[in-house]
């Protein structure tokens, strides 16, 4: 019973290959929502979030306010290492934990966990496989800026910031070519699906 991580850039089409692959029966668990579940309240690493950063992170609710944390670590390396020292830890135990009482409950096809920062938290040990998803640059460009509504060149600034294709492929157990219309990567995909279901005992 495999379990599979399946990242890629901003813009590669990696949401949309989870959701294919959902409707194919895997279940699919997104380690952003997932981390975001740390920092509630109550939530393993709520705390030390308002430790690191402050009173001013929490809103009236008593939620962490996202948009204020962002505006704190956003351009600051020093401070964005803090919370990711806080909160990748978190994310990838819950992971876990979400994968083993899937499997507990009786959980047999392949679960797929979509995390954009998989090879950057280190989060390798957790999966069976590795899946990457990637598409050529112009086309990312533009999937970003039909869906963010970001000029090419802050695309390009978004892009340069992340881990590059080439070093995410050195992890990556199967490549995913997102190159051409969403037809054509559903029909990729049914033959992974097939493919996977074999290895999946």
């Known amino acids: 019973m495999l379990t ?6 901003i813009g590669s089409g990696k949401s949309t290959v989870a959701q294919i692959l959902g409707e194919f029966g895997a279940t699919v668990l997104d380690a952003d929502k997932v981390a975001h579940t740390t920092y509630a309240p109550g939530g393993p690493a709520y705390d030390a979030v308002i430790a690191a950063f402050g009173a001013q992170v929490v809103a009236p609710d008593r939620t962490i306010d996202r948009k204020k944390l962002g505006a704190i670590v956003f351009g600051n390396p020093e401070r964005l290492n803090k919370l990711t020292s806080i909160v990748w830890p978190a994310t990838r135990e819950s992971i876990r934990r979400n994968v083993s009482e899937l499997r507990a409950s009786g959980a047999e096809l392949p679960i797929v966990v979509e995390a954009a920062i998989l090879i950057e938290a280190n989060w390798q040990s957790l999966f069976d496989e590795i899946w990457l998803v990637r598409a050529p640059r112009e086309q990312v460009v533009g999937r970003i800026e039909i869906q963010r509504g970001l000029k090419p060149s802050e695309s390009e600034a978004r892009i340069r910031a992340q881990l590059s294709d080439e070093e995410r492929a050195k992890h990556a157990s199967l490549v995913i070519e997102n190159n051409g219309s ?6 990729l995909l049914k033959e992974v699906w097939a493919d996977v279901l074999k290895r999946n005992g």
């Open 4 to 9: 599979i991580g399946l990242t890629g850039g």
């Open 182 to 187: 969403l037809e054509e990567l559903r029909n």
